[in-house]
């Protein structure tokens, strides 16, 4: 029986480039859409936000002269590459699924409707988010954190590829590193911990939506997160 009823499952860009870096592994995005498959299957109504660093990151962009807002609009269309390609590994394998972005683009995607997004989700249908909120200086955390409060999402899966929780150092410099089990948001924010941008903190603390940081190369994690399994870190509004 699954734990929760409607979650938004927040994938890295960097997630589906695997071990090579770059780029989107096949590999990689055919394993994410058998793990969304399952949980589909338990009968969760599942909504995706993609990033786009494996492609572009337009941070790096801005640091290297290029305009902050051109650059993060980069961002954005590399983050409806990844969202097409992740819904051509689900229909692939029988998952119906709708890509609705936040800047317009009727040729390859809905629209981005709230509305419509859960009349999707309600008729079991996998929604992603694609192009981010549709506004530079913002990340694709904050889309996770904008789009679960507006779809009423009860849980934020953000699924990892390098760690499989929250540390307090980094674990791959520092074998010292304590891995977290809970966490408020208040931790997040004041420890400086680094998991989402403060905007998108603040967005799930005010909103209280929980948050559950895990590894994604593991497969099978996606559908234990959902089972309520004790797996990666959870992150708590401060009640």
């Known amino acids: 029986m699954s734990k929760y009823r409607r979650v938004v499952l927040k994938l890295s860009g960097e997630a589906l480039a695997g071990r090579q870096g770059y780029g989107i592994s096949p590999d990689v995005i055919q394993s994410v859409a058998l793990q969304i498959k399952e949980i589909v299957e338990l009968g ?43 819904q051509d590994s689900l229909e692939k394998n029988n998952v119906e699924t709708r890509v609705q972005t936040s800047i317009e683009m009727r040729q390859v995607a809905e629209p ?46 953000m699924a990892k590829n390098k760690v499989d929780g929250v540390y307090d150092k980094d674990p791959s410099i520092d074998r010292d590193a304590k891995k977290y089990r809970e ?8 420890d400086g911990l ?10 799930c603390m005010d909103n209280n939506i929980p948050l559950l940081v895990f590894s994604i190369m593991e497969e099978g994690n996606i559908k ?6 004790e797996i990666g870190t959870i992150v708590r509004g401060n009640d």
């Open 44 to 86: 969760v109504e599942v909504a995706v936000v993609v990033g786009g660093g494996n492609i572009w990151r337009g941070m790096a962009g801005s640091a290297k002269g290029m305009d902050r807002a051109t650059a993060d609009y980069m961002g954005m269309l590399a983050t409806v590459m990844n969202s097409l390609a992740l």
């Open 112 to 157: 981005y409707i709230r509305r419509k997004a859960i009349r999707h989700l309600e008729k079991k249908r996998v929604v992603i988010f694609a192009a981010g909120t549709g506004n530079p200086y913002f990340s694709t955390d904050t889309t996770a954190a904008l789009r679960a409060a507006e779809i009423e999402a009860e849980v934020i899966l």
């Open 194 to 203: 680094g998991v989402m941008d403060y905007t998108a903190s603040t967005l």
């Open 224 to 229: 234990k997160a959902v089972l309520g399994e």
């Open 183 to 190: 966490l408020t948001y208040l931790d997040l924010l004041n």
